[in-house]
């Protein structure tokens, strides 16, 4: 159930949010993008002619090739992120590199995906993945309800927009799990037709990316991202206004 990789990959984000120019034609992948971080390069090339999308970093010292790669996104703190079939890299502003490397591993079903009905009366679907060791883009369909509405990462155009949605827990009735879900694109656009509203409950189909970050002291942090891809189910809630195109 892994997500499979497209064959072109979307750089529209890092070209918005970075300047870049172009790179010299490479022999294997072709034309790309060069991105600057500090004196760290990130030639991004995301159509090679016989090879799937890769991340070419080149720092002071070595370099860093990155294949099967997934996503590319700029982050808050003004780096790179890469996303790819198992694992993950990470660009800080000013040119640190973090990689994490995770072999395929099994994953079960966490419940048989039956419709229940919570202490609530609301009912909900329950069929998040139970993945060992750090999930990469591993699809999963989880029901749950809107923290709050949507709304945009950051002041730019075409941000991506985020929502956090709490997941009913069966074994925790009052401590629902808290999903951090983006939409980019065309989910992005598809979201915001919707014009969900906080206590709002949906189904979704996300790409859920975990990745561990190396801090100054040797201390690892884990960061959780999912990847909007489509809203299969809506449930309003009763006293929620909408706005409509006429108005």
């Not at 070595?62 to 992120?81: F, N, S």
């Not at 979704?204 to 970050?213: I, P, Q």
Request: aromatic share 8%; charged share 25%; hydrophobic share 30%.
């Amino acid at each position: 159930m892994a997500q499979e990789i497209n064959k072109s990959l979307d750089t529209s984000e890092l070209q918005t949010a970075y300047p870049h120019e172009a790179t010299p034609t490479h022999e294997r992948f072709g034309e790309g993008e060069r991105y600057t971080f500090g004196s760290t390069l990130a030639d991004v090339y995301s159509n090679p002619p016989e090879l799937t999308p890769v991340v070419y970093v080149r720092m002071v010292k070595g370099y860093l090739a990155v294949g099967d790669v997934l996503h590319v996104l700029p982050t808050d703190a003004g780096g790179l992120h890469v996303d790819h079939a198992h694992g993950a890299c990470e660009i800080s502003k000013t040119g640190d590199v973090a990689s994490v490397y995770t072999p395929p591993s099994a994953f079960r079903l966490s419940q048989d995906g039956e419709t229940r009905t919570d202490v609530f009366g609301r009912s909900y679907t329950q069929t998040s993945l139970d993945v060992e060791g750090t999930p990469e883009g591993v699809r999963v369909m989880i029901y749950g309800t809107l923290e709050a509405a949507p709304k945009a990462v950051n002041a730019k155009r075409g941000s991506p927009l985020q929502f956090f949605l709490l997941e009913y827990d069966p074994t925790q009735p009052l401590e629902p799990i808290r999903h951090d879900v983006w939409a980019r694109s065309k989910a992005r656009d598809s979201l915001q037709g919707l014009k969900l509203k906080k206590g709002d409950s949906i189904e979704a189909v996300l790409y859920r990316h975990t990745w561990e970050v190396e801090l100054q002291g040797g201390e690892k942090e884990t960061h959780t991202r999912h990847n909007l891809s489509t809203i299969t189910k809506v449930e309003r809630i009763g006293n929620a206004k909408r706005k409509t195109p006429e108005q």
